[in-house]
């Protein structure tokens, strides 16, 4: 059985955090065709607990679903920045807390069959105010949950985003209380 080969690249469109190319790909079995393929920066998403042990979620409307979504505070990893550094950012900037402690907890790629977007998963504890705010962030809603609540919301289905889940399920799989 022969490889799975790449035989030319076509790029497409290239934004901010997202390009998009289409590449003719060779499959093992010889057979031609096509994959479109979006390159992402790479993200953070991060599972934070505060004082109390309430999980904070984030209520936004997302413009590709349009409907607001309960998700994990999350976002891209900026040009020269860590995984680590940009789960501190996006935490402060999104909900207005700092991590003391940061531990990676894992990864994962969002959606291998059309991205390379790969996901560096921590958990934040120790959390103190720090507002820092970004631009795009004044339709970001912070809620804190209980425990027993998130794990209500995902049975429900009222989470729906991909990140969240795997973030809150590995949480409570592998370190919850």
């Known amino acids: ?3 799975y080969r790449t ?3 076509k790029p497409i469109y290239s934004g901010v955090c997202v390009s998009l190319r289409v590449d003719a790909v060779q499959l093992p079995s010889g057979q031609q065709t096509k994959r479109e393929v979006i390159e992402h920066c790479g993200a953070v998403a991060i599972v934070a607990l505060d004082p109390t042990g309430h999980i904070l979620l984030e209520k936004q409307f ?3 679903t349009g409907k607001e979504l309960f998700e994990i505070p999350a976002g891209c990893i900026d040009l020269n920045e860590t995984p680590e550094e940009a789960a501190k950012r996006e935490l402060q900037e999104e909900t207005g807390f700092c991590p ?3 531990e990676r907890l894992g990864g ?3 959606a291998p069959g059309f991205s390379n ?3 560096h998963l921590f958990l934040a504890t120790e959390l103190f105010t720090s507002p820092l ?3 795009d962030t004044e339709e970001i809603s912070v809620i804190k949950v209980s425990s027993l609540d998130a ?4 049975r429900r289905g009222d989470i729906e985003d991909a990140k969240s889940i795997a973030g809150l399920l590995y949480y409570f799989k592998f370190k919850g209380d």
């Open 108 to 110: 994962f790629y969002s």
């Open 62 to 64: 997302r413009h590709a």
């Open 151 to 154: 794990i209500e919301m995902l």
């Open 1 to 3: 059985m022969g490889e």
């Open 7 to 9: 035989l030319s690249s």
């Open 100 to 102: 003391g402690k940061l």
């Open 133 to 135: 705010t970004a631009e």
């Open 117 to 119: 977007e790969y996901l």
